[in-house]
């Protein structure tokens, strides 16, 4: 381990995976808390635990430590000790470090690999920073299982609840970019199968036409969230760089120009909103290193003072902060990340982080344990309600308003043009969810949209799309 490693973990909270100490010792109880620790950390996906004395655990001030691991208990060696009673032979270690003239030891315990980690017969794990029997808790004991058996969930190695996919826009986009897809073998170049299956997994499902994932972007009418909202955008439902491109088309709308008129000389300076070059950084990185075992889309909000990009799931193993901040690139999905670069989305140049910072600091960015938010502040406040595009999204709260007046009928088919006007793809089982209608009653309502000339089906069923002819508050 590395010392700028060591020192990422000091400036961590003690979790399932790290515990600090001062200068405890209990041979014991150490090899409980190996066990503990090792388990733990393959729950959480990561390679390593780490038990790290020299720390006081509330304030992780560095105040050293006199804990000797080279000392003997009952005349063996501490490590050997360790080693006998440990099941399956783990190769944990022990290291010595100074930081600020004061001894540190760091010991390094490997996440268990295919078979539970074993202290004298008994199996341990972290429940919250406490050393737990694991068979006090059987679900744990299933779930970490399965997780040993069919490794770490991933949008990789986690099947898509959908096989009946489609890509076709997937392979319009290659196209369009001018990158080449083998029509036989894309879905396995590209990575789009549980390994050693021909299953379709969560990247192929997040890539595909046919998928439901929604990502929404919240407009509010003031700086928080507490404040009223003025509008709600629905993206998504279909290949998610369709949904990258909607999403920042939607916000450069929001981009508006100021005249700067201060020590004015001859030209007057112009004032964009916001950087639109971070903004586009900010999108991508929120997009390509997102969480997405969970089906979780990263979530936007736009206040009259800045926007906020929010992903799920925070740095990947072994990536620290201040190499984040640096630019070094670690994707959370390598597959992922080289179909970004395929497509001349992203370079993984590590330029984007390192361009947010420049322009606004540091303090934009949040790390948390379970998500990274990247907020774009403004270069003055924006009030709504002005710009053509919004009133488009003002005539939509009005027609919400004259909905409640439909009768149930047209209630369903003012339902439908909506989401075709949010979402041009959307099919018919779709459909059938959100109107809670069987097939045949969605397709009556269709047939009879599109007869009085309130739709129109452009292309085919299959990769076709609708287009809205009249607008939702006529009826």
Not at 11 to 17: A, P, Y
Not at 374 to 379: M, Q
Not at 430 to 449: C, F, G, P, R, S
């Amino acid at each position: 381990m590395d010392q700028e490693y060591l020192l990422e973990l000091i400036n961590s909270e003690e979790c399932e995976w790290i515990e600090f100490k001062e200068n405890w010792f209990d041979k014991y109880e150490l090899g409980c808390y190996i066990s503990a620790l090792s388990n733990s950390a393959t729950e959480n996906g990561e390679d390593y635990a780490y038990f790290i004395w020299g720390i006081q655990d509330q304030t992780h001030e560095i105040i050293g430590t006199t804990f000797d691991y080279n000392k003997n208990v009952n005349n063996e060696p501490l490590k050997h000790y360790l080693a006998r009673l440990l099941s399956p032979s783990i190769a944990f270690t022990f290291e010595t470090f100074s930081l600020d003239g004061k001894k540190i030891v760091c010991l390094t315990i490997p996440a268990a690999k295919r078979i539970m980690t074993e202290f004298d017969k008994n199996r341990y794990i972290r429940i919250g920073s406490s050393k737990e029997l694991l068979r006090k808790y059987p679900e744990r004991e299933i779930d970490l299982a399965v997780t040993l058996k069919n490794g770490y969930p991933t949008i990789i190695n986690t099947p898509s609840r959908i096989q009946d996919l489609d890509f076709s826009d997937l392979k319009a986009y290659y196209l369009a970019k001018g990158a080449y897809v083998h029509p036989d073998s894309f879905e396995e170049n590209l990575g789009l199968f549980v390994p050693n299956t021909k299953k379709y997994n969560i990247l192929a499902y997040i890539l595909s036409n046919n998928n439901d994932i929604s990502c929404r972007v919240s407009v509010f009418s003031g700086k928080k969230k507490s404040d009223s909202q003025y509008s709600l955008n629905d993206f998504g439902r279909k290949c998610i760089f369709l949904t990258i491109d909607q999403i920042l088309n939607f916000l450069e709308s929001f981009n508006i120009t100021k005249l700067d008129e201060k020590n004015r000389i001859v030209e007057r300076k112009e004032i964009s909103l916001f950087n639109s070059s971070c903004l586009r950084e900010a999108i991508l990185n929120a997009f390509m290193h997102n969480d997405w075992v969970d089906l979780n889309a990263p979530m936007i909000s736009v206040f009259t003072d800045r926007i906020e990009i929010l992903s799920y799931g925070s740095l990947p193993n072994k990536q620290t902060k201040s190499g984040f901040f640096a630019g070094k690139s670690k994707p959370r999905c390598l597959e992922l990340a080289e179909i970004f670069v395929k497509l001349k989305i992203s370079e993984r140049a590590g330029r984007g982080v390192p361009k947010i910072v420049d322009t606004y600091g540091m303090d934009v960015i949040e790390i948390a344990e379970d998500y990274i938010k990247v907020t774009i502040p403004y270069a003055f406040e924006r009030a709504f309600g002005n710009s053509e595009s919004e009133q488009k999204v003002s005539k939509k709260s009005e027609q919400k308003k004259k909905h409640q007046f439909l009768s149930k009928t047209d209630k369903i088919k003012w339902l439908i043009l909506h989401e075709m006007e949010n979402d041009s793809s959307i099919t018919t089982s779709q459909l059938m969810e959100i109107t809670d209608l069987k097939k045949t009653a969605v397709q009556n309502y269709l047939k009879d949209l599109t007869k009085n000339g309130y739709i129109k089906r452009i292309g085919s069923k299959r990769s076709g799309y609708w287009k809205v002819i009249k607008q939702t508050f006529e009826f």
